[in-house]
């Protein structure tokens, strides 16, 4: 998915000059159901400068596309944890 976000932001050119994209992959180990995900996403997706996000629930992490101008990784890790589920930015 990882790859598959980088392509699409290569195909993108107005994006990569309007903004400075970034992409982070969270871990967020407490989502134990399938509903989780949604909750996940949601909480993300409200963020301003967010841009899209995919959440694994397998892999029990959420990969977020974000403007680096406009938002930063630890606002991504409090909006999870505020939403119930604390997370970590994966190195
Ligand atoms: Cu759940």
């Known amino acids: 998915m990882r790859n598959l976000l980088i392509a699409l932001l290569a ?9 400075t994209p970034k992409i ?8 134990t159901c399938p509903v989780c995900p ?3 996403k949601n909480a993300l997706t409200h963020v ?8 694994d629930y ?3 992490t959420a990969t977020v596309m974000y403007d680096a101008e406009v ?3 630890d606002a991504l890790t ?3 944890k505020e939403a ?3 997370s970590t930015i994966r190195k």
């Open 11 to 19: 195909l993108s050119p107005l994006t990569v000059l309007a903004a």
């Open 48 to 55: 301003a400068g967010v841009n899209s996000v995919s959440v």
């Open 84 to 86: 119930g589920y604390p």
């Open 78 to 80: 409090k909006a999870t």
């Open 38 to 40: 949604i909750t996940v």
């Open 71 to 73: 938002t930063q990784p």
């Open 24 to 31: 982070v992959t969270l871990e967020v180990p407490t989502m």
């Open 58 to 60: 397998e892999g029990k």
